[in-house]
């Protein structure tokens, strides 16, 4: 039998897919971001959003272990940890709102529909 463990934190490259994910869990992360959207994702979810820590590379490129280490203990250890978690819990229970039933995704994803078969509709009888 399988048994559960909780999850204390994710890692993440910080693409705006991994990142959604993460804010869906409400746990802190860590991540490197490297190019594109990554590193505004990253700006967001250290500086903005709270929930978060960049890993630097040093100037080879490279994760060392000493900064891996740093980050770890960043989001599991501490009370900027606990912020973080708070935080993280916070934009979690905020996701869950968008997308319930009644929620703004709820609503948007409905009047996106509509639209689309309005348009479908116009199509069909000529009108466009």
């Known amino acids: 039998m399988c048994k559960a463990t909780k999850i204390d934190f994710v890692q993440f490259d910080f693409q ?3 990142t959604l994910e993460g804010l869906s869990l409400g746990v802190p992360m860590i991540g490197i971001p490297k ?3 990554q590193l505004t994702d990253a700006k967001f979810v ?4 709270d929930i978060g820590v960049i890993v630097e590379e040093d100037n080879e490129g490279v994760v060392r272990k000493d900064e891996l280490m740093r980050c770890l203990k960043e989001v599991m250890e501490g009370e900027k940890s ?3 978690k ?4 916070k934009w979690r229970d905020l996701a869950k709102r968008a997308i319930d039933q009644g ?3 709820d609503k948007f994803i409905n009047e996106f529909v509509e ?6 509709d116009n199509l ?5």
Do not use: F, P, V
């Open 35 to 37: 190019w594109t959207d």
């Open 103 to 105: 929620g703004s995704s």
């Open 46 to 49: 250290e500086d903005i959003w």
């Open 16 to 18: 705006q897919n991994s």
């Open 115 to 120: 639209h689309l078969m309005a348009s479908y």
């Open 82 to 84: 606990k912020k973080m």
């Open 124 to 128: 069909n009888n000529g009108h466009c």
């Open 86 to 89: 708070r935080s993280a819990n």
